[in-house]
């Protein structure tokens, strides 16, 4: 997992317009969601289709 400051050096280097803003944050995992969810497990199925999980 990358820390805060990995992530602030990957967004100084991004092409931007003088005085923009950027937000940094978390991005959710999938184990994170309910698993009882049934988009969750529709989600999840299709991943394991497509060899992305």
């Known amino acids: 997992m990358a820390s805060i400051k990995e992530a602030v050096e990957w967004a100084k280097r991004a092409p931007m317009t003088a005085g923009t803003k950027t937000e940094i944050g978390r991005v959710t995992s999938i184990d994170e969601f309910p698993q ?8 999840r199925a299709w991943r394991e289709q497509t060899g992305q999980l």
């Open 36 to 43: 009882d969810n049934e988009w969750i497990q529709m989600e």
